[in-house]
T-cell receptor
Framework: QKEVEQNSGPLSVPEGAIASLNCTYS??????FFWYRQYSGKSPELIMS????GDKEDGRFTAQLNKASQYVSLLIRDSQPSDSATYLC??????????FGTGTRLKVLA | DTAVSQTPKYLVTQMGNDKSIKCEQN?????MYWYKQDSKKFLKIMFS???????INETVPNRFSPKSPDKAHLNLHINSLELGDSAVYFC??????????FGPGTRLTVL
């Protein structure tokens, strides 16, 4: 059974700090990796996708991928209270199937 | 304009009933999905359809019947509802297996 693991949290960071969210996966052949944000009672919303080793930046968000170590991370710079949500990591298994982690709950303290 | 829409948003029903959830996407995507998110917030794939063809069926009980009349629509019919079916069901779509966009969800409560 392929797995995607995340620390459930909550991860508490002060406003303005960098939040670091981590995800490890078991399937060595996975090629596509995604981070979603889910507010309570809402649907998952795509933040970033990453397909190659290294860093990918989009505004205050940076995704980092290390396929050799089988981890993907998300950094949120200048964290805001509005970033408080659950962050879901998703990893592909084949072309049409994605395995989601259980999510990390982030709390940004004002 | 809503990209991925689902109806109904809430569904409350008795055990043993049959119910359907509808999903539509206007993104021009060729792949649609059904996910179940349980009370612990774990999001698990149930079905994937590509160009109206069933690609993934994740050992879901056969009481669950997906149907895709065209690339823009994917419906989910559930027979003989059980207490354990209570969850939030999300529809999603993507182009091939790329970034997925989720609908607002249908909260199903079985009494």
């Amino acid at each position: 059974q392929k797995e995607v693991e995340q620390n459930s949290g909550p991860l508490s960071v002060p406003e303005g700090a960098i939040a670091s969210l981590n995800c490890t996966y078991s399937d060595r052949v996975s090629q596509s990796f995604f981070w979603y944000r889910q507010y309570s009672g809402k649907s998952p919303e795509l933040i970033m996708s990453i397909y190659s080793n290294g860093d990918k930046e989009d505004g205050r968000f940076t995704a980092q991928l290390n396929k050799a170590s089988q981890y993907v991370s998300l950094l949120i710079r200048d964290s805001q209270p509005s970033d408080s949500a659950t962050y879901l990591c998703a990893v592909n298994e084949g072309t049409y199937k994605y395995i989601f982690g259980t999510g990390t709950r982030l709390k940004v303290l004002a | 304009d809503t990209a991925v829409s689902q109806t109904p948003k809430y569904l409350v029903t008795q055990m043993g009933n049959d119910k359907s959830i509808k999903c539509e996407q206007n993104l021009g995507h060729d792949t649609m999905y059904w996910y179940k998110q349980d009370s612990k917030k774990f999001l698990k794939i149930m079905f994937s359809y590509n160009n109206k063809e069933l690609i993934i069926n994740e050992t879901v009980p056969n009481r669950f019947s997906p149907k895709s009349p065209d690339k823009a629509h994917l419906n989910l019919h559930i027979n003989s509802l059980e207490l354990g079916d209570s969850a939030v069901y999300f529809c999603a779509s993507s182009y091939l297996g790329n970034e997925q966009f989720f609908g607002p969800g249908t909260r199903l409560t079985v009494l």
